[in-house]
């Protein structure tokens, strides 16, 4: 359980994308959620969250395995930067999923779930910040921060910064994450905070 959930994680965190949208505003009225990018950030495709995923080099091979396996195109992603960029673009996507077996969880119980094994995934992992309960858009929530030296397939590595924030709501749990270099030289975590505070879901 907690090596799918690391994966499902590691998807949420890594650069990706969903198809573009005209609108600064990301609406799915379906699943009750809203969001609003900075005006001069982009949306990204869902063909970059591919090309991005497999660009990437994680520790532990059965889990790289496993991880392009299972992608899944996020329900929306956005990059500051246009593709390609050759260093950390500063990322925040978002990604809902089933909680099945673990329903009742809190969110802290849920992010400490995962943790292990992203230790695995990533080298240089460590925890910056340890979950800790939080509030998003008015909903019980728990965000964690950690650094890791992101590896690409040309052996570039880069000082990464991956913030999560774990959701749930009802059945589902969202999971709201975001990249950017350990040192915010390419962008800084404060534009984060802004993205997260536009976030909307129906209670």
């Excluded at 650069?15 to 609406?27: C, I, L, N, P, Y």
């Excluded at 790289?64 to 899944?72: G, H, R």
């Excluded at 695995?120 to 979950?131: I, S």
């Amino acid at each position: 359980m907690s090596h799918l959930m690391a994966l499902v994680v590691c998807l949420a965190t890594l650069s990706g994308a969903v198809a573009a949208k005209e609108s600064d505003t990301f609406k799915n009225p379906t699943a009750g959620f809203e969001i609003t990018k900075p005006a001069k950030w982009q949306f990204a495709t869902a063909a970059q969250h591919q090309e991005n995923l497999k660009a990437v080099k994680l520790s532990d091979q059965e889990f790289q395995a496993a991880m392009l396996k299972y992608a899944t195109v996020p329900m929306v992603s956005m990059m500051k930067y246009p593709e390609p960029y050759d260093d950390i673009n500063p990322s925040f996507k978002v990604n809902i999923r089933p909680l099945g077996q673990l329903r009742g969880k809190t969110a802290v119980e849920l992010v400490n779930v995962i943790v292990p094994s992203l230790q695995k995934a990533f080298k240089d992992f460590e925890v910056a910040q340890p979950a800790t309960a939080v509030e998003v858009s008015g909903l019980k929530a728990a965000y964690v921060r950690f650094n890791y030296s992101l590896e690409v397939a040309d052996s570039l590595k880069f000082p990464t910064t991956s913030e999560l924030w774990i959701v749930p709501r009802g059945d589902y749990f969202f999971m709201l994450g975001a990249g950017t270099r350990q040192d915010e030289k390419t962008g800084s975590r404060s534009e984060i905070q802004s993205i997260l505070k536009s976030v909307r879901i129906d209670h």
